[in-house]
């Protein structure tokens, strides 16, 4: 045999294993799209970063990877990765798993609740370019002068953003031109991905090291012979960096009363260097922790409690009643959890409290303590977000959306008025409960959580009553102080001038007279904003509605406008009719601002203030309102929700609940609930100190049951009362309510598909359905909607059986090109 006929095997290198990337992009995809990731990026790759991608045509994003595998997609073909943006992960593998619990739960996409979590400087944006098109050549003759402007921009520039355009043409809207010179094919487009966020730097002025001896700056002052303003300024230098230790050069040019000229003749001279330093944008206090308060015998017991219930389950709810010091409890908590090296998320259900607690917590905690909401420019957020991430931030304080921050030591998780609505995210989705993710959440750590309230949800009391939670409660105001005094005025007995609605009653008018003379404070509380809720046509009754909406206009007396509460939309004043012509209307109902204005009227002596969504605008505006009421530099605080929840001002003995009726009449079957909460929370306001406080609720209704229950302060026995209705008409907590909206510009469409969707569900869960029917406002924003409902047993796999069903029938319904554009949203839990 020759060697010719010999095969010799060669030994080879393996190839690397082909590798592909499961990568959530903010979009609402059904199912995470799944990409390769080329050789050159795998040593880079991991679950947590971002990376660059394209879908489509020529779309980029940042998307975070997900997972990484070997399984090649079945049915595609995979683009590559282009760019992996991260060193390091921006988030843990624990808020991925939040995430996908998050979607699954809450029949929405990852990509939607990534979108709500991150900071959309970690989103980055996709900006346009006009790249030039060499083969067009340098011949403008054929365009007009702004196409030439920016044809011989891209000739020298090949490149331009739309900013730059913007810029160039000193216009807005620039997109027409673009257009333009697409189709002339003087350029094309391509997306570039923008990275969002800037670090902060700021300059630092320093002393030369040269003359960091004494002698050597000494010899230096005493032979200067010229400019005696910068001799000024170094004098002032050397003062500063003593008194402050390091000196910015914004804050030495205002406090020396120097110019930049000055300053660079120093820098020129080398006896002072400039040296630009990256900084935090929030400042924060020193790490300290310092408890200086004991609790009560009360709250000590309570304590112990808590950490009792928690070692056996991982959730406790604290039930206390308001003013008894459920804060004092928590931050002992928060003590024993950082002394562990652990990490705390307390959330809080409004912004507007967080000035308040953080001022308390500040003093206790220092600089572990950080604040994360809504009010935060992008930026901040950023910064807040890599504290957590490391673990500088020991205590989160913050609304819904600090859940989704990535703690990697969590071990114990706050929800302070657990029972809050503002807790469940409404609208785009994931439309989730902050409350109920924070329990998943802290699974995942093998963290504690603590839901607090003085009138928790039906559902919490349930789960503690049927032993899922722990159970610890606290039944007497801090000090000793009595509950407050509830007062029923029947305002059916009261004749307004004007036959209208009565707004502040002769009892509750003295009352709030005798409290001021007591130099003690007023808060009222009226839960609709504006001026009037509606006018009515003195003739005919035509009442002015929205165009694009199913609903009355408010009339707001600070804008002089009517505005519609629920698409914003802005209309003139009406002055007459557009019916009858008429020109005499009557204003009905009252919101905070006629409240207001009748308040100065009666009281023209009394400091007067309100608290709504358009009197705190601003991310300092809720602090700087509380901090006046707190320095007694208002006498009477009328407002709606955002008067009630949790905050505390101990020289508040009257509160009036001016028209509890439009609480108890809504068509909800959560409304009993509602309604006790807030006239609980709101009684609990007054007489927080030292003084028994005053609650007036006018009402029509003085049968309503609710009523009494509220005198009585007795919240367990209005929680067995309304268990009883919720198991007869099988709603939650013995059920999981989902609610499905349909939407579509025309009625007939939208009310066809309910009908049809209704149908094809009827065979699996037709004894669970309720519907479709309209809801009580039925067009917003041009939108006509039907409701379907769905109560679902608490079972194993019914959830993800019904999500599956609903998917499909979503996917079905979607093919038929009569049905192709109506929206349908899913809510779990609905509110």
Request: glycine share 4%.
């Amino acid at each position: 045999m020759s060697v010719t006929d010999l095969h010799i095997p060669f030994e080879t290198e393996p190839s690397a294993p082909v590798l592909f990337a499961e990568v959530i992009i903010p979009l609402a995809l059904p199912k995470n799209y799944t990409w390769s990731v080329p050789a050159s990026l795998q040593s880079q790759i991991q679950p947590g970063v971002r990376v660059e991608v394209v879908l489509g045509r020529n779309k980029k994003y940042a998307g975070i990877v997900k997972k990484l595998h070997t399984v090649k997609p079945e049915f595609f073909e995979t683009k590559d990765i282009l760019n992996v943006l991260d060193a390091e992960p921006v988030l843990f593998p624990a808020q991925l798993e939040l995430w996908e619990w998050i979607a699954s739960y809450y029949m929405c996409s990852e990509g939607e609740v990534m979108a709500a979590a991150l900071p959309s400087h970690f989103k980055l944006s996709s900006e346009t370019v006009l790249v030039f098109n060499e083969e067009f050549g340098d011949d403008f003759s054929l365009l007009d002068n702004n196409e030439y402007l920016v044809g011989e921009a891209l000739l020298l520039k090949k490149e331009l953003r739309i900013t730059e355009v913007q810029e160039l043409l000193d216009a807005a809207n620039v997109y027409p031109v673009i257009k333009r010179l697409i189709d002339k094919k003087v350029c094309f487009v391509w997306e570039a991905l923008k990275e969002g966020y800037q670090p902060k730097k700021e300059t630092y002025v320093i002393l030369n090291p040269e003359y960091e001896d004494e002698d050597k700056l000494a010899e230096l002052m005493n032979n200067w012979s010229r400019a005696p303003k910068q001799l000024e300024l170094l004098l002032s230098y050397l003062h500063f960096v003593r008194t402050e230790g390091e000196v910015t050069k914004p804050a030495l040019l205002k406090k020396s009363n120097a110019s930049d000229a000055q300053l660079k003749g120093l820098v020129d001279k080398k006896v002072l260097w400039l040296e630009k330093r990256q900084v935090d944008r929030l400042r924060y206090l020193p790490r300290d922790i310092n408890i200086d308060f004991e609790l009560t015998p009360h709250q000590m017991e309570v304590w112990e409690q808590i950490k009792e219930q928690l070692k056996k389950k991982p959730v406790c709810l604290l039930q206390g009643v308001t003013s008894s010091g459920k804060t004092l409890v928590y931050i002992k908590l928060i003590e024993e959890f950082i002394r562990k090296g652990k990490q705390v998320l307390y959330l809080l259900p409004e912004i507007a409290l967080t000035s308040q607690i953080i001022r308390r917590l500040q003093k206790h905690f220092g600089g572990y303590i950080g604040i994360y909401h809504s009010k935060f420019n992008q930026n901040e957020r950023v910064e807040i977000w890599n504290k957590v991430k490391s673990g500088e931030l020991s205590v989160v304080l913050g609304a819904r959306s600090s859940l989704f921050l990535p703690f990697s030591k969590l071990g114990l998780i706050v929800v302070d008025e657990e029972h809050d609505t503002s807790y469940k995210q409404q609208d785009p989705a994931p439309r989730y409960n902050a409350r109920d993710a924070a329990v998943y959440y802290a699974s995942l750590f093998g963290a504690k959580v603590v839901l607090g309230s003085a009138t928790p949800s039906v559902e919490s009391y349930y789960n503690a009553r049927m032993g899922k939670y722990g159970l610890a409660t606290l039944l007497e105001r801090f000090g000793g102080v009595l509950m407050p005094a509830i007062n029923i005025i029947d305002t059916r007995k009261v004749v307004s001038p004007d036959k209208n609605k009565i707004i502040i009653s002769p009892e509750l008018q003295q009352a709030i007279q005798n409290a001021i003379q007591e130099n003690h404070q007023v808060i009222l509380f009226q839960n609709r904003r504006g001026y009037s809720p509606y006018q009515v046509c003195m003739t005919c009754g035509w009442i002015p509605h929205c165009r694009y909406c199913d609903v009355t206009l408010t009339f707001h007396k600070n804008t002089h406008k009517l505005h519609c509460h629920y698409c914003g939309t802005v209309y003139p004043q009406v002055h007459t009719c557009a019916a009858c012509g008429n020109d005499k209307f009557s204003q009905r109902n009252f919101g905070t601002e006629k409240i207001e204005e009748q308040l100065e009227e009666m009281f023209p002596d009394a400091r007067v203030a309100r608290m709504d969504v358009d009197s705190v605008r601003g991310k300092q505006a809720h602090d700087t309102l509380i901090q006046q009421f707190e320095q007694h530099r208002i006498d009477i605080l009328v407002g709606t929700q955002m008067v009630v929840k949790g905050l505390d001002f101990e020289n508040v003995h009257l509160v009036g609940i001016l028209d509890a009726d439009s609480l108890l009449s809504f068509a909800d079957f959560r409304v009993n609930e509602r309604a006790f909460q807030l006239m609980e929370q709101v009684s609990g306001r007054a007489g927080r100190k030292d003084k028994q406080g005053q609650v007036w609720i006018q009402v029509m209704n003085t049968k309503h049951p609710v009523l009494n229950f509220v005198q009585l302060h007795d919240y367990p026995m209005f929680f067995d009362n309304e268990l009883v209705g919720r198991r007869h008409f099988n709603y939650p907590p013995f059920t999981r309510f989902i609610l499905l909206t349909f939407r579509h510009t025309v009625k007939e469409v939208a009310e066809t598909a309910a009908k049809i969707f209704a149908g094809a569900l009827k065979k699996d869960f037709g004894n669970y359905l309720s519907g479709p029917a309209e809801p009580i406002v039925n067009r917003i924003r041009n939108q006509y909607l039907m409701e379907l409902s769905i109560k679902l047993p608490k079972e194993p796999g019914v959830l993800q059986q019904c999500r599956q069903q609903l998917l499909e029938q979503i996917a079905i319904l979607h093919n038929d090109k009569r049905f192709r554009s109506v929206v349908i949203i899913i809510d779990v839990d609905a509110l």
